[in-house]
């Protein structure tokens, strides 16, 4: 578990997100929760998330979003709320292709190919202090001797990105 004490909210989004490659995109189409699963293309270190997605899909429009990231393995788990923007500059498509993307779309120019852009402006995060064989020990430990009487639950905190930063 880092100590974020000394580091910018970007910073600790930047860390707490690094490397996720799959992260469960929510948002409210059709006036009801729903959600799905994205793959992270692009992370640039101010919060924005890029995807690729077809353009066709109904939740594919400006509006706000909620990113859910988990990563059990370090145990931690962060929602980050925002805006996301659907952007069709090809060279953007361009630099986000991969052979990948090939399993979704016939090439970089299908014409429902675009790119999903999520600026992040706030998220919360939970970072357990110990690993998952551990934490399952903490978890029968609280069982037993009833809540709040486990041990430490590691660390949690807020962040708030303004735009542009």
Do not use: C, Y
């Not at 998330?49 to 594919?60: A, M, N």
């Amino acid at each position: 578990m880092a100590d974020h004490e000394n580091q910018s909210p970007a910073e600790i989004l930047h860390e707490l997100t690094d490397g996720q490659r799959v992260v469960t995109h929510i948002d409210t189409t059709g006036g009801a929760l729903d959600a799905r699963p994205l793959t992270v293309l692009e992370q640039d270190p101010a919060g924005t998330f890029r995807f690729l997605v077809d353009r066709s899909k109904g939740w594919v429009r400006d509006g706000e979003v909620l990113l859910a990231f988990t990563d059990e393995k370090h145990g931690r788990w962060l929602s980050a709320a925002g805006h996301q923007h659907v952007v069709g500059d090809r060279a953007v498509i361009e630099r986000l292709w991969s052979p990948l993307a090939r399993a979704w779309f016939e090439s970089p120019d299908d014409p429902n190919l675009v790119a999903l852009e999520v600026v992040v402006e706030r998220f919360s995060w939970w970072d357990s202090a110990s690993n998952r064989l551990v934490r399952a020990a903490e978890l029968v430990t609280s069982a037993v001797r009833g809540p709040g009487r486990g041990d430490a639950e590691g660390d949690h905190g807020h962040g708030h990105l303004q735009p542009g930063a």
